[in-house]
């Protein structure tokens, strides 16, 4: 069971941004994924989501293939896959017209998870988790960019991921703010829970290392 990459490669007309690039996460492991800017960090958080297409390579995650050999599986493997991902941007990418309660339980209502009443309860149940309880009825702009980080946690969770994406999860925070998120993160692993981090910070490894006792790896893209 994991995340399995082999043999990665990825073009844009003639520049190659990945190349033959292997990676693996196990559940409850922590993988930071450190380069600068242009480096091929976010093409490969968004091939990983099926946001982008691979020109080569396999990825695997618990078994279920979204690409084998630079061939894509069927699409309902495909959505099979895109089920176990979560992804957390940047910029939180929250609806701002949906109250922080509507934008947890857009996705699993739409794919059918679960009953109206036992969402709302997991959706309740999280946001107390992460530190939000009783913000279900604010709009994102109510909310600090700490607070936005949290919904968007807890959105991502609502889909019961088996991989949880950060794509530079503190770059638009403070100092004490950045911390909190970064013990939040560690407690999500602590639950077997794989975690897949992009950032060119390397504050966000050192600051993974002071908080509690995680397996974690880092890797680097030139």
């Given amino acids: 069971m994991g995340l399995t990459i082999k043999n990665l490669s990825k073009s844009f007309g003639s520049h190659e941004i990945i190349k033959d690039y292997d990676m693996s996460i196990a559940p409850g492991e922590i993988m930071i994924l450190l380069g600068e800017s242009g480096s091929g960090k976010t093409t490969l958080l968004r091939m990983i989501n099926h946001l982008e297409e691979v020109d080569q390579g ?4 618990d078994g279920t293939y979204l690409v ?19 992804l957390v941007f940047q910029d939180y990418q929250l609806f701002p017209n949906l109250t922080v309660m509507e934008n947890l339980l857009l996705a699993p209502q739409t794919n059918q998870l679960g009953s109206k009443e036992d969402l709302l309860m997991q959706a309740r149940s999280l ?8 913000m279900e009825e604010l709009k994102p702009h109510q909310l600090s960019g700490g607070q936005q980080q949290r919904v968007a946690i807890a959105r991502a969770m609502m889909m019961n991921p088996s991989l949880l ?3 530079e999860p503190t770059s638009a925070l403070d100092a004490e703010t950045s911390k909190s998120v ?6 999500l692993a602590q639950r077997g829970i794989m975690v897949f981090i992009i950032t060119h910070d390397h504050k966000v490894v050192d600051a993974l290392q002071e908080v509690a006792d995680v397996v974690e790896s880092t890797s680097y893209l030139p």
């Fill in 68 to 86: 084998k050999d630079g061939q894509y599986t069927d699409h309902a493997t495909i959505k099979e896959f895109q089920r176990k991902v979560g």
């Fill in 58 to 61: 396999s990825i695997e995650l």
């Fill in 182 to 187: 970064i013990e939040l993160i560690k407690r």
């Fill in 165 to 167: 994406c950060f794509d």
């Fill in 127 to 134: 946001l107390d988790d992460m530190g939000v309880g009783g």
